[in-house]
């Protein structure tokens, strides 16, 4: 990236800056604001919230839909996520109506998103680098996955924001970047992964700094939880995420494929219906992910070297997405830190790696028709999963270039 800032002119990198950030705004955050999307994630959150605070169930679906149709005459999910998310960072916007409170969850989405592009921009040693937050906001603002999060409300650029903070602020604040893996990480799994490098090196306190960050959250949210909403979340919703069917074409993980071509399911018509054959390959497929991430951090693990870390991280987010049972498309932002490194060393590149990671890149980060019309047969199911082909490509790149 230092090399590429140099051809950056002041004036241009600070065009290209505020045309970045007027395009992101134009096109992934106004239209969301002036046209909610109705089949959106948040009615899901907000709704959830909403029973909290009654004191009612927020994961039997019947009951959420009952507090919903009230005042909303749109679709409303089965609340998924642990009970701090919709007690404590939900309930504030129940004291607003539904729409005003869905663009309000808009603007606080896209501010988390910049956020983590302004911690993104930063280099080794949190160093400043000449330009980065362009050369960041070039890669970050077009990008699909998250445009798409917006239209639906969910929390992708939380999710970035602490996966971000925790790169940024671990060897200097590390209590900090706990708190803020711990609070991605009651979001969803994913953010976790990262702290397989810390595991690997025996750098066990800022481990358990995020495992007492963790414990903070569900104690500050306790008032408003207490504790059957635990043993209702336990109950219902760990058997829907271990055993039910994601098979859409939102889902991008290795075990959504490997479920769209070999099981019976709702949505595709597979390849060949073979369930022994879809767990053993998805079991093969996720271990061989996963022991080849613990491998390389092996190898690497008495290396003292900020930048390294950094990739180290990296490379577990993405390992965390793709052996996820549930990858939905907006969650795909997560490789973003993966990008911006490689963004750094665009200059030294040869041509093969570079051609290699722009096709990475188109395919996690283009508005892809697929969604809009999906083939839902034969070939047309290879086309149902661009997000995973790009992931898997930057996995292999960076796996690579750490192993040397």
Same mark, same amino acid.
């Given at each position: 990236? %230092?090399? /590429?800032?140099? #051809?950056?002119?002041?004036?241009?990198?600070? $065009?290209?800056?505020?045309?970045? +950030?007027?395009?992101?705004?134009?096109?992934? *955050?106004?239209?969301?604001? &002036?046209?909610?999307?109705?089949?959106?994630?948040?009615? *899901?959150?907000?709704?959830?919230?909403?029973?909290?605070? !009654?004191?009612?169930?927020?994961?039997?679906?019947?009951?959420?839909?009952?507090?919903?149709?009230?005042?909303?005459?749109?679709? @409303?999910?089965?609340?998924?996520?642990?009970?701090?998310?919709?007690?404590?960072?939900?309930?504030?916007?129940?004291?607003?109506?539904?729409? /005003?409170?869905?663009?309000?969850? @808009?603007?606080?989405?896209?501010?988390?998103? =910049?956020?983590?592009?302004? =911690?993104?921009? $930063?280099?080794?040693?949190?160093?400043?680098?000449?330009?980065?937050?362009?050369?960041?906001?070039?890669?970050?603002?077009?990008?699909?996955?998250?445009?798409?999060?917006?239209?639906?409300?969910?929390?992708?650029?939380?999710?970035?924001?602490?996966?971000?903070?925790?790169? #940024? !602020?671990?060897?200097?604040?590390?209590?900090?970047?706990?708190?803020?893996?711990?609070?991605?990480?009651?979001?969803?799994?994913?953010?976790?992964?990262?702290? @397989?490098?810390?595991?690997?090196?025996?750098?066990?306190?800022?481990?358990?700094?995020?495992?007492?960050?963790?414990?903070?959250?569900?104690?500050?949210?306790?008032?408003? *939880?207490?504790?059957?909403?635990?043993?209702?979340? &336990?109950? %219902?919703?760990?058997?829907?995420?271990?055993?039910?069917?994601?098979?859409?074409?939102?889902? %991008?993980?290795?075990?959504?494929? #490997?479920?769209?071509?070999? &099981?019976?399911?709702?949505?595709?018509?597979?390849?060949?219906? !073979?369930?022994?054959?879809?767990?053993?390959?998805?079991?093969?497929?996720?271990?061989?992910?996963?022991?080849?991430?613990?491998?390389?951090?092996?190898?690497?693990?008495?290396?003292?070297?900020?930048?390294?870390?950094?990739?180290?991280?990296?490379?577990?987010?993405?390992?965390?997405?793709?052996?996820?049972?549930? *990858?939905?498309?907006?969650? /795909? +932002? &997560?490789?973003?830190?993966?990008?911006?490194?490689?963004?750094?060393?665009?200059? $030294?590149?040869?041509?093969?790696?570079?051609?290699?990671? +722009? =096709?990475?890149?188109?395919?996690?980060?283009?508005?892809?028709?697929?969604?809009?019309?999906?083939?839902?047969?034969?070939?047309?199911?290879?086309?149902?999963?661009?997000?995973?082909?790009?992931?898997?490509?930057?996995?292999?790149?960076?796996?690579?270039?750490?192993?040397?």
């Amino acid at each position: 990236m %230092q090399r /590429v800032a140099r #051809f950056l002119h002041p004036r241009v990198a600070t $065009r290209c800056l505020l045309f970045a +950030v007027a395009a992101f705004f134009a096109v992934a *955050t106004l239209r969301p604001l &002036l046209r909610p999307y109705a089949y959106s994630d948040f009615a *899901t959150f907000y709704f959830a919230a909403k029973c909290l605070a !009654a004191g009612r169930d927020p994961y039997d679906h019947a009951t959420l839909q009952e507090v919903g149709r009230s005042d909303f005459g749109g679709w @409303i999910g089965r609340y998924l996520y642990p009970p701090p998310f919709a007690a404590t960072l939900m309930r504030p916007l129940t004291l607003f109506d539904f729409e /005003v409170a869905r663009r309000l969850w @808009i603007l606080v989405e896209a501010a988390s998103f =910049l956020a983590a592009c302004v =911690l993104l921009a $930063r280099g080794p040693d949190n160093r400043r680098i000449p330009h980065g937050r362009t050369i960041v906001a070039l890669l970050a603002l077009p990008f699909a996955p998250m445009h798409f999060d917006l239209h639906l409300g969910s929390v992708s650029g939380l999710l970035l924001l602490g996966c971000a903070l925790f790169s #940024f !602020a671990h060897a200097r604040r590390p209590r900090l970047a706990a708190a803020a893996l711990g609070a991605a990480g009651i979001l969803k799994l994913v953010p976790a992964f990262g702290l @397989i490098p810390a595991c690997i090196r025996g750098a066990w306190r800022i481990v358990l700094h995020t495992a007492i960050a963790v414990a903070a959250w569900v104690v500050i949210a306790w008032p408003w *939880t207490g504790f059957e909403t635990y043993t209702s979340f &336990l109950r %219902q919703v760990g058997p829907v995420l271990a055993g039910g069917n994601f098979s859409w074409f939102t889902n %991008q993980s290795v075990d959504a494929f #490997f479920t769209r071509v070999l &099981l019976v399911n709702p949505d595709t018509t597979p390849w060949w219906v !073979a369930p022994q054959l879809h767990r053993a390959l998805t079991m093969l497929a996720s271990a061989g992910l996963i022991g080849a991430l613990v491998g390389v951090l092996w190898r690497g693990r008495r290396t003292a070297n900020p930048e390294r870390d950094g990739w180290e991280f990296a490379l577990a987010l993405l390992t965390g997405l793709l052996v996820s049972r549930v *990858t939905w498309e907006y969650m /795909v +932002v &997560l490789a973003l830190p993966c990008f911006v490194l490689w963004g750094r060393d665009v200059a $030294r590149l040869d041509r093969r790696t570079l051609v290699l990671l +722009v =096709l990475a890149y188109a395919l996690c980060a283009l508005p892809l028709p697929y969604a809009k019309t999906p083939i839902r047969s034969g070939v047309g199911l290879l086309l149902m999963s661009p997000r995973l082909a790009g992931m898997l490509l930057l996995w292999s790149l960076t796996l690579r270039r750490l192993a040397r």
